[in-house]
């Protein structure tokens, strides 16, 4: 099994190295000494919670690490709230967002589409490229474009597109969130160990108390970071499907 699991590390780590990327698995192992030295990680999500849940836990390890962290949601999660206005909802969620961050160490950005009408159209791509321009990131998360809720899948075409049309390419990786309900076909090419940092992503999904965090975590998320961290080898792990030139994902098999 270990042999396996360095098999598929070093498979990844080649494989991004030829396209001239920085690698998860590199930057994971990377701790500025100087502010020059810091990586800027973007993490781009449908609603509030949503980076938090996907990947929290390797949010919290990379800015723990000393690198600079941006979580850009595409809605404040306007129709999140039963029994609330859009306006009501929205303030709401936006503070928890907002506490969420500070739990991560992390930067929050909001983009301004509304939940469960998101668009994606010319004027929205060029907007969020804008912005992604503007956050000048080394490498950036976002949602599995496979995925049953619709604002997940927008945003992941957004970033997708984005990434296809930049200038300059940066990492791109796949996030999971409720695995076989929500997010759907999913094989990692990644792994993160976050064992440590596990504790500090629950208390991040736990800032959206408008959105039952024992539910997020009783949909499958709790499960997905046990058995994540059963195929790494580790207590409790997320993992990632990595972009590549060719397509979505290495091709990496499976023993």
Known sequence: ?????????????????????????????????????????????????????????TLARLANNGHDVTI????????????????????????????????????????????GDTIMDNAWLTKIQKMIVDEKPDIVFTHWP??????????????????????????????????GEQTMGFRPT??????????QKRKSVYCHTSQDPPGIYGCGHAAMEDFRGRELGVKAAEAFVMMTGKGMGSGMEYL
């Open 1 to 57: 099994m270990e042999t396996a699991l360095n098999s598929r590390r070093n498979f990844v780590k080649t494989t991004a190295t030829g396209l001239g990327l920085l690698t998860l698995p590199n930057l994971l192992h990377a701790k500025p000494g100087t502010p020059a030295e810091r990586k800027k990680i973007v993490c781009f999500g449908g609603h509030p919670d949503d980076p938090e849940s996907g990947c929290g836990g």
């Open 72 to 115: 850009i949601y595409l809605t404040t999660g306007e129709a999140g709230i039963e029994g609330k206005t859009h306006t009501e909802a929205a303030a709401i969620r936006k503070q928890e967002a907002i506490n969420a961050c500070v739990v991560l160490k992390a930067k929050p950005v909001f983009a301004g589409q509304i939940d």
């Open 146 to 179: 496979v995925d049953s809720h619709k604002d997940h899948q927008i945003a992941s075409l957004l970033m997708i597109q984005t990434w296809v049309r930049s200038s300059k390419k940066f990492p791109l990786y796949f996030f999971e969130v409720c695995t």
């Open 190 to 199: 990644d792994y993160v160990d976050i064992t440590a940092t596990q504790e």
